[in-house]
């Protein structure tokens, strides 16, 4: 286990736009706000065609390959992420969610992009005082999350 201690900083709340896509306008908003690390929070409506990553085509290949999975219809969502930057210091979004619709719900990594259906609202939490970032890693083909100085 690898770990890093902070505190936390400035918090904002957002308002997507209908349209708008998750995960870059809040890397982007971060990162115009200097924001490097932190904790988000979203909740509201994702748009038909919104793309979730929703595991690897198999688990015990490396490096994995993505299932992705296109969402039918607009979908409700909930998730939750952190926020770390990548080894060129840009803040990067690793959230999962939960769409649901109906009696059916897909799960997984946003990274491929949400779109908002009119209501998408977002909590980020900025968190100060951290040493970590996310780094590639040729094994598993996944940025990972590195706690403490880079070596």
Not at 6 to 24: N, S, T
Not at 96 to 113: M, V
Not at 126 to 131: D, F, K, P, W, Y
Request: proline content about 5%; hydrophobic content about 40%.
């Amino acid at each position: 286990m690898q770990y890093t201690e902070g505190a936390m900083g400035r918090v904002f709340a957002l308002r997507l736009e209908h349209g708008e896509q998750m995960p870059q306008v809040l890397e982007q908003f971060a990162a115009e706000h200097g924001v490097t690390c932190g904790m988000a929070i979203m909740v509201g409506g994702a748009d038909d065609g919104s793309r979730l990553v929703v595991g690897p085509e198999d688990g015990e290949v490396l490096p994995a390959v993505p299932m992705v999975s296109a969402l039918c219809g607009t979908h409700e969502v909930a998730a939750v992420g952190t926020l770390f930057p990548d080894e060129q210091g840009r803040p990067v979004l690793h959230m999962h969610a939960a769409a649901g619709r109906g009696q059916s719900t897909t799960c997984g990594c946003i990274r491929t992009g949400v779109d908002t259906w009119h209501i998408l609202e977002v909590i980020l939490i900025e968190l100060t005082g951290m040493v970590a970032s996310r780094r590639y890693d040729a094994e598993t083909g996944f940025s990972l999350l590195q706690c403490g100085p880079a070596e």
